[in-house]
């Protein structure tokens, strides 16, 4: 009990600006459901439960939230550099409904993981400062 007291105490200190941040990044992965014919989304569902499996286990090891950035940055390069090398190795225009929407939240997803494991790096290096 204890050990869930903490996290949610580490959770509930987090800044407003890290909390939008999760937000957002919630939203995206779950507009990623509708797509999940599509094999980018295929694979940032596998990417995303990789993740979130990983990432309970650091959690649990360091016993602390912030441990999750480790899981960040072992599975979500992976995951960007085939995207990006999909992306560019296919055609980029294609007739299927919806495919604009799906442009745009892939678009959106990358950028945002990018951005996020620039944050993750920051938070990494501060961690083993300490």
């Not at 694979?43 to 016993?63: D, M, P, R, S």
């Amino acid at each position: 009990m204890e050990w869930t007291a903490k996290l949610s105490n580490q959770i509930l200190e987090l800044s407003w600006g890290v909390k939008l941040w999760v937000g957002w990044m919630a939203l995206l992965f779950v507009v990623s459901i509708p797509f999940r014919e599509r094999r980018e989304a295929t694979w940032f569902l596998v990417c995303f439960g990789a993740t979130f499996v990983i990432g309970a286990g650091f959690i649990y090891e360091f016993e602390s939230i912030h441990a999750l950035t480790f899981a960040h940055l072992i599975c979500w390069p992976p995951f960007i550099f085939a995207i990006i090398r999909n992306w560019r190795t296919s055609d980029r225009r294609t007739t299927k409904s919806g495919s604009s929407r799906f442009s745009v939240w892939l678009h959106l997803l990358i950028l945002t993981m990018v951005i996020s494991l620039a944050f993750d790096i920051c938070d990494t290096i501060k961690m083993f400062a300490h």
